[in-house]
């Protein structure tokens, strides 16, 4: 297919991806402000997002005060800060209103109607309505997902798809980690046992694993336990090792004639989540590794791009 | 005034308010359905437009503001008969054109005739690049809109030809849909020649224009991309041939082929149906500031390495000065007489012709040369003194770039508007396909000019579309 089009495929769907992860970060950082809290205070709760996102810099110059209304405004309707739930959105539209014709009417039709959807919801949107918010775009991300994989040809272009989602998705998973562990360890374990498990209830929820979680391990939120969850085990779709299963599985699939550099880094990343044990990944510290979990999927997505997307005319 | 509607020939209601026979069971199906199910029709109408995003860009708003064109429920409707007519004069005029587009770029034997004077080729649109050029099948135009409009019962008047990049078929394939969806027992009650084939015939003859030899030839949409006002029409036909669209980007040159930029490499193209202008396409050869075009393009093309969907140099034959002599053409190239008229045209650059038309502005619509989309004109009758007071200078200051037609009573049609059902102005525009064959799908662009007494259709100048109709059988 044509190197712009599977570029505006990717993209639309990293940009979906994306904006369904901040409403994540959002939502759960909102429903943790609900929860009387003890040790931290209401600046070191709203920052995480701000964390997440990798943007202290520019929220403290613009926003200065890390407050809900403040980084509500930021994370999801500034338009100027280009991972913004709106700009996210509306970069997936403009993405994809450039190759409707690579798509299915209904994914085009889903991806329309949430832009338009959201021109009316954000218009006098106040801190209340941000958990509804949320679970919106959260709603309309799993449905753009469904429409996906119940009308799009398997061609390349579904491919690229999913490569843009589980590219997206495995940083997103990996900064939500690296942040919120960093934060509650900080806090230190165990002073206040109800808070503790909130928390780390509300991590599991964000990635919609805490239902898997009880599942898996039957027993109290152990913060070791959450990190193998989210980093090692393959069965939870949010989790590095199953974004990196899906990763490999259509990189075989297209590095036949190009990209076979694509297709190493991602087998030499996969085989660290595939035979990784999470003694050593802790031994090592969970830090580094998840900062260079994010940098090597950087590299592979920059290198997805130099290889198909942005292809020399060769 | 020429544009009282009461004195317009209407589609639906004879002189002395007799329906016509096409609208006779339209009419009764009318009678008994009530203006506020029409008009809830209409809102489920624009819901769904804007909802599959069948929009258009304006130049001059904000960038990326999409308006959806008006789209009214009350279709216009023509015979079999009335059709046939039609679809044989634009057939015509299209082989004509194509022939004098062949001509002009090889022996110009019309020239050596005395019938069409050597300033033809200092024509503006007149390019000197494709002179010996020989293209595939001599076919230049290979998509041309005949605008078409009607002053009574058996008088209609070809207005303009479109053969560079005619737009708005998009229009004609969903409205069609929009109405079977939204009115399907009026189809069961009506025999309506269908149009959706329309997408096949257009890639059956782009696949038949390939240069000889090309086995399974490759084509593509060229586009300007998502922020052009027709964009969502290059994406519709694209997607309904099943054929890439394409931006200058994709495209590059080498050894004397075009190839596109894919996941697996580059692949040859050997058909490119571009929406894109004879100016924009090659940086090298015509506007050095394009970023829309493929540099390098038109060496390849004139040495038979790409064949270009319509050919480059097709504006000379649709520019409105040449207009006045296609009924000749036909007359030269085919041994015929013309099946559609011509609008009357005085050309300002013949003293005689200006003086008329510069004491009768207030009468005549005036029209830039190479104007198209209903900019750079003037309705007289519509027009305020001062507008043509101004518009006068502009004339004076160069009278070769405009030519003045009479104001025809454009035919109306029945249409939704908020007070109910009125009479607005239409015109037709049927898109003519040569390739393999000379031919037509039995149906056309409908605009309506939806303010009271407006002769103006264009959709950026707020005209609407209608559904048009063709009848299977004779009444």
Not at chain 1, 106 to 112: G, L
Not at chain 1, 178 to 194: C, E, T, V
């Amino acid at each position: 297919m044509l190197s712009r089009t599977a570029d505006h495929l990717y993209w639309m769907a990293r940009y979906i991806e994306r904006a369904e992860n901040m409403a994540r970060v959002l939502d759960v950082t909102y429903r943790m402000s609900l929860v009387s809290n003890g040790d931290h205070s209401e600046v070191d709760l709203w920052k995480t997002p701000v964390l997440i996102a990798d943007d202290v810099e520019v929220f403290e110059r613009d926003y200065g005060e890390y407050n809900a209304a403040n980084v509500m405004r930021y994370m999801a309707l500034d338009e100027r800060n280009l991972s913004s739930i709106v700009s996210c959105l509306n970069g997936a539209r403009e993405n994809a209103r450039s190759v409707r014709v690579a798509m299915s009417s209904e994914m085009w039709e889903t991806v329309n109607a949430l832009w338009l959807e959201l021109r009316q919801r954000t218009e006098d949107i106040t801190e209340a309505d941000i958990g509804e918010f949320c679970d919106w775009v959260k709603s309309r991300s799993h449905l753009f997902r469904g429409v996906t994989f119940g009308t799009m040809l398997r061609d390349d272009g579904y491919k690229f798809v999913r490569l843009g989602s589980f590219i997206e998705r495995a940083d997103n998973t990996a900064r939500l980690l690296d942040a919120k562990y960093h934060l509650l360890m900080a806090a230190g374990a165990g002073a206040d046992g109800a808070v503790d498990y909130y928390e780390w209830s509300s991590l599991l929820r964000s990635v919609s694993s805490f239902e898997a979680y009880q599942k898996v391990y039957r027993d109290t939120i152990e913060p070791s336990k959450v990190a193998e969850l989210l980093v090692l085990r393959d069965d939870m779709p949010r989790s590095l090792h199953a974004c990196y299963d899906e990763l490999t599985s259509i990189l075989e699939q297209i590095c036949i004639v190009r990209g076979y550099e694509c297709l190493r880094q991602a087998g030499e990343i996969h085989a660290r989540l595939h035979f990784g044990r999470m003694e050593n990944i802790f031994n090592n510290g969970l830090h580094q590794f998840l900062q260079d979990f994010i940098v090597h999927n950087n590299t592979l997505g920059r290198e997805i791009q130099h290889a198909f997307l942005n292809a020399p005319a060769d | 005034m020429t544009n009282n509607i009461s004195t317009a020939f209407d589609e639906m209601r004879a002189v002395g308010g007799e329906i016509r026979a096409v609208y006779r069971d339209f009419s009764d199906w009318l009678a008994c359905t009530s203006h506020a199910h029409l008009t809830q029709k209409t809102r489920e109408a624009e819901l769904l437009f804007r909802r599959v995003g069948i929009t258009f860009n304006v130049y001059g708003e904000e960038a990326g503001a999409e308006r959806l064109i008006p789209f009214d429920v009350i279709p216009r409707i023509l015979s079999a008969t009335e059709w046939q007519r039609l679809s044989a004069g634009a057939i015509q005029r299209v082989r004509a054109l194509n022939a004098f587009l062949d001509d002009l770029y090889h022996g110009q034997e019309i020239i050596k005739a005395g019938i069409m004077p050597a300033s033809i080729l200092s024509n503006e649109m007149y390019r000197p690049e494709m002179q010996g050029v020989d293209v595939p099948g001599g076919i230049y135009a290979h998509i041309a809109g005949i605008d078409i409009v009607r002053t009574g019962e058996n008088q209609f008047y070809v207005l303009e030809d479109n053969l560079r990049t005619p737009s708005g078929v998009s229009y004609m394939l969903e409205d069609r849909k929009m109405m079977m969806r939204l009115f399907p027992e009026l189809f069961r009650r009506y025999s309506v020649a269908p149009v959706e084939h329309y997408p096949q015939v257009l890639l059956n003859n782009l696949r038949a224009v390939a240069q000889p030899g090309v086995q399974d030839p490759t084509v593509v949409l060229l586009t300007p991309g998502a922020y052009n006002s027709a964009y969502f029409e290059h994406a519709f036909l694209a997607q309904q041939m099943g054929i890439e669209l394409v931006e200058g980007q994709d495209l590059f040159v080498r050894d004397n082929a075009v190839f596109m930029r894919t996941t697996e490499g580059p692949k040859r193209v050997d058909v490119i149906y571009r929406r894109i202008d004879d100016d924009f396409l090659d940086p090298l050869a015509f506007n050095p500031k394009s970023m829309l075009g493929v540099q390098g393009l038109m060496s390849v093309y004139r040495n038979g390495g790409v064949t270009l969907a319509n050919a480059i140099g097709t504006g000379v034959a649709d520019d409105k000065a040449t207009y006045t002599y296609v009924p000749e053409m036909i007359r030269f190239y085919l041994g015929e007489e013309p099946i559609l008229s011509n609008v009357p045209t005085y050309k300002l650059e013949l003293e005689d012709d200006r003086k008329y038309v510069l004491e009768h502005l207030a009468e005549l619509v005036v029209k830039e040369v190479q104007g198209s989309g209903g900019y750079g004109m003037l309705v007289g009758p519509a027009s305020s003194k001062q507008q043509i007071a101004d518009f006068r200078q502009r004339i004076l200051a160069n009278p070769s770039n405009y030519i003045a037609q009479p104001t025809l009573a454009l035919s109306t049609c029945p249409t939704l508007v908020e007070q109910g059902i009125a009479p607005r102005h239409v015109d037709l525009r049927p898109f003519v396909l040569s390739g393999k064959t000379v031919t037509l799908v039995p149906g056309a662009l409908c605009r309506v000019a939806l303010r009271e007494g407006s002769l103006v259709v264009n959709s950026s100048q707020g005209g609407g579309t209608k559904d048009t109709w063709v009848l299977n059988d004779a009444e």
